[in-house]
């Protein structure tokens, strides 16, 4: 049997790869520190797990979902967008239930793409967004994210007969992997670029609620008039550590919500009608006390690490977003080669920064999913194998 060409030139996923490789030093006895994938290690708050147990008790719940999701999904969804961001949306028409950003992600450049089309991708960035780019046949356009411009990619770099092919840009901040964040004023540029070239601007804000010292991130419909052309991502994964229950929301241009509905009701019938629903009670017992308590844990996680890794000639400032530190590699040695070291010599799985585009090379990707101290193990060990940045 022959194989579809549009998966030839589909790299394998790398999660699924640096799994593959940890397993094999796990079956040999190693006492492995796995820094690599971005799942919280801590469990759903209590509240959600037991709304789950009485809302899977209801047999209306044991048949097919609504499509775009339950009317008390998408009304939680939009109540908690007036309360977080200030941001209005109409629950019948801007919000659409997803089985997980990602599959949202995936399934938003279906509905937009056609052969040829550009989409304008950070890089380095969340590999679904190139991905599905190039199974659509569209055609990715690389835009750089680089320290001296704080990680947000230079829209004004944009070739005009680019911006004009192009029909969506995908940004993401709080961001991964680089774990820079974003202000207001960069959105609202992100905003005129989309509505003078016609694009839908997706905003991929999957750790809104991951944030440190102080630093409150933004919803992108924050932005005046941000709806004419932005979708915004909201999931539940990463701040209520429910990465397993896959459940997320699309919300934003009405547009858009109705286009990715025709794909996701050729595709898929929804999420569980009773994950639905202990999603939208995560809102109703204080998420914003959750969030605080589960950013402390991060501050301290990442303060043990960055502080552990300047000792050893490093000078990281500290992070204000997400669970990444996204760690530049010592002059000329590889991503890939820095990762080998840390994962041969010392134990460590951490993430190759070019896995995440041609400009993550350069860097590696640490997740803080362990306790403090396994990180300080981890650290103390990179140091015992004689790693420093020099
Ligand atoms: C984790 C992650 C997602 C996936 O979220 P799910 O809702 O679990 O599918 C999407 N985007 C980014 C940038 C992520 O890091």
């Known amino acids: 049997m022959r194989r579809a060409k549009r998966i030839a030139s589909i790299p394998p996923y790398i999660f699924a790869q640096m799994d593959q490789r940890k397993q ?3 079956a040999k006895g190693v006492d492995v520190i796995a820094l690599g994938v971005g799942d919280p290690d801590q ?6 797990v037991e709304e789950m147990g009485r809302a899977i008790k209801k047999p209306a719940y044991h048949r097919y979902p609504d499509y775009q999701g339950a009317a008390f999904y998408r009304r939680a969804m939009a109540d908690w967008y007036r309360r977080r961001f200030q941001a209005e949306l109409d629950p019948n028409r801007e919000v659409v239930a997803l089985i997980g950003s990602k599959e949202g992600l995936a399934h938003l450049i279906w509905a937009f793409v056609d052969p040829g089309d550009v989409v304008l991708i950070p890089d380095p960035a969340y590999p679904v967004y190139r991905t599905h780019t190039l ?3 569209g055609d990715p356009y690389l835009m750089p994210l680089l320290p001296e411009n704080d990680f947000l990619p230079d829209l004004d770099a944009i070739p005009e007969d680019v911006a004009r092919r192009a029909k969506i840009l995908f940004i993401n901040y709080p961001n991964n992997p680089t774990s820079a964040v974003a202000d207001l004023d960069f959105f609202r540029r992100a905003v005129d670029f989309a509505r003078r070239h016609d694009i839908l601007l997706c905003h991929d804000n999957a750790y809104a609620e991951m944030t440190f010292d102080g630093y409150v991130a933004p919803s992108i419909l924050a932005v005046d008039g941000a709806k004419d052309v932005a979708v915004e991502f909201y999931s539940f994964s990463k701040p ?8 997320a929301a699309m919300v934003g241009n009405a547009d858009a919500v109705s286009a990715l509905g025709i794909i996701k009701t050729n595709t898929d019938s929804g999420q569980f009608t009773a994950v639905q629903e202990a999603a939208a009670a995560a809102f109703d017992h204080d998420p914003a006390a959750f969030f605080a308590k589960m950013n402390r844990l991060y501050t301290g996680r990442r303060d043990v690490f960055i502080d552990g890794m300047n000792a050893l000639g490093w000078q990281m400032e500290k992070t204000k977003g997400t669970f990444y530190v996204w760690v530049p590699i010592p002059p000329g040695q590889t991503s890939g080669g820095f990762s080998q070291v840390c994962l041969d010599k010392a134990g460590v799985v951490v993430t190759p920064g070019v896995a995440y585009g041609p400009h993550g090379e ?11 101290k396994r990180l300080k193990e981890a650290v103390d060990r990179l140091e015992a194998a004689g790693v420093r940045y020099r």
Do not use: C, H, K, Q
Request: no cysteine; proline share 6%; net charge negative.
């Open 24 to 26: 094999e030093l796990l």
């Open 43 to 48: 469990p759903t708050p209590d509240w959600i």
């Open 240 to 247: 209520f550590n429910m990465t397993g229950w896959r459940i």
């Open 135 to 137: 199974l659509a046949g």
């Open 362 to 372: 350069g860097f590696v990707r640490v997740a803080l999913t362990v306790d403090e």
